[in-house]
């Protein structure tokens, strides 16, 4: 293998790269809080662990233990695996590295040879990895499903998944269901038809595909005007969740296409804005719900399905907790879809409210008017983490947060981006208001609102906390059995909060924005917690006297 490819960095390996994962260990990943065996941590999306060796008490004593410092400027927007004493991840763009969990010691760096021109709307960024036996897989932007030895990096096999020339792509961490690799394709803002497929994780073969946005003569299609179908969008970005009792695998779907003219699209456009609940052994659709019907805000649904089995009105049932970039948290039972519940946790002013059956009674804003919340929506795809213990949903969101939404008359043109439309800049809401800039992309306005991370109550959906930030937050959350919550911020500074009340425990500076979920491992006996910031990942733990 080239060195282009392929980078040993070190060959003697204080411990074995032999890992060896089975689909059984990743149903049962609670069991072994000392690793993080898929991107969410386990199947339920609950990003929570059982590790409690931090605690509230000490977690004045936490310390930086050694940092990877990522050989690329992209966006660090992966959650590392971690796999007895072995941390694997990528760098942007789509580099994977295997390092010693313990020291940050490099064991190798596969590099990815992309095409020079990529079309990709919103970053060269990889979420991250799956792992099955001693196999790796990522997906690439330029639309490929890559299988690696996660002994030394050398590549498996290679699966084209869709074409990268037509703007797909894939950005999301894979998602390991028993035999299959299963991904959905990115590219909403150029117009793609977008789908799931699942993959056989031996040879890279297509065991099936789900075509969120469906064709004429399946159903759904009536809910498109005319061939407005053909282009209709429905990206996936975030890993979603798996439910080995039901057999279910649930993923939430990008906004329709294009993204601000719903008069180019007439009708619900299903399956955008959705999450699907789909038979992980045949792709078959199970049941679907549909968030933001019809969508003209770019509201995609992609954010971490969660899945909680509790009491609903008395009676056990299989729950599922979202709260969506449209500005609702919603209350699922994930066996059916049925619509439980649903309120705001941000300011909102596109819709009235939501009827019966969970569908938002829409109040479209004027001509030039300020829309709550705006293009980034109340959360996005950064994760929610759920706590047993307490028994809250913990998100990350933007409030006060608006923009002016535009739509325009555009045809399609294949390989160019298909929005007929602006989600609008933020608009000041006095003269001179500052602003503060963090980096070369990212700046915050008064417009734009805060950066807040809030304690949900899921029976109610109230607030029981709020810890609010001064820029927005682009951060995932962190829950552990100690009962505390570990974010971050687009500021760069990382948090660790009580669970409990919110109180801030312990604050650190990291000099770039999170934009990521943080996790936690655990090797030798002693707790670590992982975070990227800026192009660099951190890793912490407790000073040792």
């Given at each position: ?10 060959i003697?390996?204080p ?13 049962n ?21 059982a ?5 509230a ?16 400027l ?5 959650t590392?695996?971690?796999?007895d004493?072995i941390?694997?991840?990528?760098q ?27 079309r ?5 960024v ?5 792992i ?7 997906g ?32 999301v ?6 035999d ?13 038809r ?17 075509k969120?946005?469906?064709e ?47 008069d180019?699209r ?9 999450v ?19 969508d ?20 056990p ?52 008017a ?11 795809w ?7 213990r ?19 008359q ?28 963090r ?17 949900i ?13 001064t ?6 959350i962190?829950?552990t ?5 570990i974010?971050?911020g687009?500021?760069?500074h ?37 975070v ?13 006297n």
């Amino acid at each position: 293998m080239s060195r282009r490819f392929l980078i040993a960095l070190l060959i003697l390996a204080p411990m074995s790269l032999s890992a060896q994962v089975s689909s059984d260990r990743i149903v049962n990943a609670a069991a072994e809080p000392q690793n993080w065996l898929t991107y969410n941590g386990a199947y339920n999306g609950q990003r929570h662990s059982a590790l409690k060796q931090i605690t509230a008490a000490n977690a004045k004593n936490l310390e930086l233990k050694w940092v990877f410092q990522a050989q690329n400027l992209g966006t660090f927007q992966a959650t590392p695996l971690v796999v007895d004493g072995i941390i694997y991840t990528t760098q942007a763009p789509n580099d994977v590295v295997a390092l010693d969990a313990r020291t940050g010691r490099v064991f190798w760096i596969y590099r990815y040879p992309l095409p020079a021109e990529i079309r990709i709307c919103c970053g060269q960024v990889n979420r991250g990895l799956a792992i099955l036996g001693d196999t790796l897989y990522m997906g690439t932007i330029d639309a490929n499903l890559l299988a690696l030895d996660a002994k030394n990096g050398k590549p498996i096999w290679k699966t084209k998944v869709a074409d990268n020339a037509l703007g797909y792509a894939l950005t999301v961490a894979p998602l390991v269901v028993k035999d299959k690799i299963i991904v959905g394709v990115a590219g909403g803002e150029y117009g793609i038809r977008g789908f799931m497929a699942a993959f056989d994780a031996k040879t890279g073969k297509e065991v099936w595909r789900f075509k969120i946005i469906p064709e004429p003569g399946e159903k759904g299609n009536d809910t498109w005007a005319g061939n407005s179908w053909e282009h209709g969008g429905g990206s996936v970005w975030v890993t979603g969740a798996y439910d080995p009792t039901l057999n279910l695998t649930y993923w939430g779907t990008g906004n329709p296409g294009p993204d601000w003219n719903p008069d180019l699209r007439k009708g619900d456009n299903l399956y955008s804005d959705s999450v699907i609940a789909l038979d992980a052994d045949t792709g078959q659709l199970k049941w679907h719900f549909q968030f933001t019907p019809n969508d003209a805000y770019d509201y995609d649904s992609v954010q971490v399905p969660v899945l909680v089995d509790g009491n609903w009105e008395g009676k056990p049932r299989k729950l599922m907790y979202w709260a969506n970039r449209n500005g609702f948290f919603y209350v699922l039972d994930r066996a059916d879809g049925k619509f439980l519940f649903g309120k705001p946790f941000v300011k909102l002013n596109w819709a009235s409210g939501l009827d019966a059956n969970g569908r938002p009674i829409q109040t479209p804003q004027p001509p030039g008017a300020e829309t709550f919340p705006g293009l980034a929506g109340g959360t996005n795809w950064f994760s929610p983490s759920y706590n047993p213990r307490t028994g809250l949903f913990y998100v990350s969101a933007w409030e006060n947060y608006r923009n002016v939404f535009e739509k325009t008359q555009q045809e399609y043109q294949a390989g160019r981006q298909y929005t007929a439309g602006r989600g609008g800049n933020p608009i000041p809401t006095a003269p001179n208001i500052p602003t503060l800039r963090r980096g070369p992309i990212n700046t915050w306005t008064e417009a734009q609102g805060t950066g807040v991370v809030i304690a949900i109550d899921p029976k109610t959906g109230n607030h029981e906390w709020r810890y609010p930030m001064t820029d927005v937050t682009d951060s995932g959350i962190l829950t552990t059995d100690s009962d505390l919550v570990i974010t971050g911020g687009r500021e760069g500074h990382f948090h660790v909060l009580d669970a409990r009340a919110g109180q801030l425990l312990w604050k650190t500076s990291l000099g770039g924005p999170i934009s990521s979920g943080p996790m936690t491992y655990a090797v030798d006996g002693k707790q670590y917690i992982a975070v990227n910031a800026g192009n660099s990942m951190f890793v912490f733990g407790l000073r040792e006297n």
